[in-house]
């Protein structure tokens, strides 16, 4: 059930302005181009001053102003942010660290998602809005809460976990064996002994640390479906639900499962650099976001016009990126491109978050060219509700995230989002369209698909590799994957573990590097961080460790299996040599660039109608500008391609469809 049309615009909260100041919205929208916004998301303690008292009012004029004005809503639940009446009369619903610290009331996201009485009063919010408005003419979707991400640790999510614990394991017997809990003098005698992973000692024992994530994701989206329910009982069918997903380096969400749920996934994406590996960091996710929706349109819900998160400060955006990040979505499936927030508020605790119309007003650099990627993103109406198709996928499971997210790993540099996104970078950079699939999932659609980083592998996602690669696929399986079960239990044998008979080896020790040392291999590059001994069992040793213990033995090995073909990296290879392993895969797979020739920088996307158009999505990363040969009709520029082709200058975008 997606949205008609392309969308543009962002969250709105008029509930901090003036009169006046929604006069100026109205027109400022209009300049803009803006069709949809987000409203709601914060408005709990308005909406329900005091528990089971609403004050519509003031929502049902701005849904009126709003409509009259041509701006369609995003009209979402507000069960992110409790209001104070609540945490006052529900202490026990605030959320507690591993730690033990009882948080309190003073910020968003401050509750306990297991606390009955938080659940009760979030479904009661959301099906007050819905009966409300489930069938005003302004509204054209619904936005479940806002970032579901927080964890808690108390009495109450100890109680939900045994009772997860229990319909997950059958009996105390089974979890005893999955844990292992012989170990350290830990086995259960009963469920009540059993607590969330809290604040102990020394190392935690990992099975139950991964039992616990899997649970939080679960209690999360369970959360998610009683006030979907609640508000589909008022709405029309053809009105989509939905939640706004995080992308962050941290997850505590098993994004794959809210992708099966959601009408259409929607995600915030805000850029973790600046320049070039921004750009990369925008696909990494606009891609993960198409993927876990299965391929189907989706909606990039918060972007900021101007920042750019680092560690320890936010940077702007350069000009014309507002253009290039917004439409980098669009190329990659988003049926729109939404902001974080419309107008930038002038207190509260997100005062300097980036907007639409910034403190110093609509003359200004970002106003402009937020308006200006208005109208490319109208004049882009045809494209939505196409496709992407890719040839290439990334393997990106949660439980290998969280398993390998455990304390006691052999090396504190074993990270998981960064090496899936290593693995993205090379096939991006190469200028290859990419998917990411969970490992259980039918891959055989794809040439060529990358491993980066599966720590945890189940039995059947070992078994989907299998015959991924017995059917023809090519499959490159990177360092310390294979190696624990579904149960984070080590496969005895070898490493790595399930996997070894797919590529053709077996692998005796694992020997991490130190921090800053390198291994010497045979191609006269180098590895760093990790290192394996291994033998080959009918794989050719493409690459060897030249130096060292491990000398002359297997680095890199290739192996035919059935009618594919399994590689393997037993180190981290230097950015150079892995970008050229990723591109030699690339050239036996069959897996080629969407456009050959162009520059490093510059993206090249195709998205697909079922009725046979196409548009070429080219995105100039870059300070010069760029010819592509392509034949059809610039939609930006309102014009045919000329004979000679198209050219792209510094900075741009073009968007053409094809003859």
């Keep these: 059930m997606p949205l008609t049309g392309m969308a543009f615009g962002g969250d709105y909260n008029p509930e901090q302005w003036d009169e006046e100041t929604w006069k100026e919205d109205d027109e400022l929208m209009r300049q803009a181009r803006v069709n949809l916004v987000t409203v709601g998301v914060f408005s709990w303690a308005l909406l ?33 942010s409790p209001p104070p009446w609540f945490t006052l009369a529900h202490p026990e619903a605030m959320p507690v660290t591993a730690d033990g610290t009882r948080l309190t009331h003073g910020s968003r996201d401050t509750y306990c998602l297991a606390a009955p ?32 991400a927080t964890v808690c640790h108390c ?88 939640t706004n997903l995080m992308l962050p380096g941290y997850q505590n969400l098993d994004l794959w499962a809210f992708g099966r749920e959601v009408d259409f ?31 189907r349109p989706w ?33 990659r499936g988003s049926d729109g491109a939404l902001f974080f927030q419309w107008r930038q508020s002038r207190a509260g605790a997100e005062l300097w978050h980036s907007a639409m119309v910034p403190h110093a007003g609509p003359d200004t650099r970002i106003f402009r060219e937020t308006a200006a990627t208005g109208a ?36 504190s540099e074993l990270d998981y989002p960064a090496t899936l996104k290593r693995a993205h970078r090379a096939l991006w950079d190469a200028g290859v369209t990419t998917d990411f699939a969970h490992p259980e999932s039918d891959l055989s659609r794809y040439r060529l ?21 017995e059917g023809g696929g090519t499959l490159l399986v990177q360092y310390f994957s294979g190696v624990v079960d579904e149960h984070h239990r080590v496969r005895t044998g070898g490493y790595p573990g399930a996997l070894r008979e797919v590529l053709g080896i077996r692998g005796e020790e694992h020997r991490p590097l130190a921090a800053g040392d390198a291994v010497a291999l045979s191609d006269g590059s180098a590895g760093t961080l990790w290192s394996e001994d291994l033998r080959t069992e009918g794989a050719e040793a493409v690459t060897s460790y030249a130096a060292g213990p491990l000398s002359g033995k297997p680095a890199v090995t290739r192996y035919g299996f059935g009618a594919g073909t399994g590689w393997y990296v037993s180190t981290r290879l230097a950015d150079a040599a892995y970008r050229a392993l990723v591109g030699r895969v690339l050239a036996e797979s069959g897996v080629r660039p969407e456009v050959a020739g162009l520059p490093a920088g510059v993206e090249a996307v195709r998205r697909r109608a079922a009725d046979g158009r196409s548009w070429l999505f080219v995105i100039n990363n870059t300070e010069r500008q760029v010819p592509v040969s392509v034949r059809g009709r610039d939609l930006l520029a309102a014009r045919a391609v000329p004979p000679e082709g198209l050219t792209v200058p510094a900075g741009g975008v073009a968007v053409v469809r094809e003859e």
């Design 48 to 80: 329900e001053p005091e528990e089971g008292r609403y004050e519509f009012g003031w929502l049902d004029a701005q849904l009126e102003r709003l409509h009259a004005n041509g701006v369609r809503v995003d009209l979402a639940t507000p069960t992110a």
């Design 376 to 411: 490319a993103v109208a004049a882009l109406e045809e494209v939505a509700g196409s496709t992407v198709t890719a040839e290439a996928a990334v393997l990106h499971d949660a439980d290998a995230w969280w398993a390998l997210d455990t304390n006691g790993m052999p090396s």
């Design 265 to 295: 996934v929607g995600i915030d994406h805000y850029m973790d650099a600046p320049g070039v590996d921004g750009d990369a960091d925008t696909a990494f996710g606009a891609d993960r976001a198409r993927s876990f929706g299965g391929g």
């Design 449 to 469: 698909v990358l491993a980066p980083s599966l720590y945890l592998v189940s039995d059947a996602g070992a078994a989907s590799l299998r015959r991924y690669v």
């Design 117 to 148: 009485a938080y659940r009760r009063a979030a479904v009661r919010i959301a099906g007050a809005l819905a009966e409300r408005y489930g069938d005003h003419p302004a509204v054209a979707m619904w936005h479940i809460h806002n970032e579901y």
């Design 299 to 331: 909606l990039l819900i918060e972007q900021g016009t101007n920042t750019v998160y680092l560690p320890d400060r936010v940077l702007p955006k350069d000009p014309g990126r507002i253009l290039r990040s917004s439409l980098a979505h669009i190329a």
């Design 155 to 242: 009495e109450q999510s100890a109680a939900a976990f045994r009772v997860w614990l229990r319909a997950r394991h059958g009996s105390l017997d089974a979890l005893n064996e999955a844990w292992g809990t012989a170990f350290w003098s830990q086995r259960y005698g009963s469920w009540e002994q059993i607590m969330p992973p809290r604040a102990t000692q020394w190392h935690l024992n990992p099975g139950h640390t991964l039992d616990f994530r899997r649970f939080w994701s679960d209690e999360a989206l369970a959360a998610y479906r009683e006030q979907r329910d609640a508000v589909r009982r008022h709405i029309p069918a053809a009105v989509p639900v939905t």
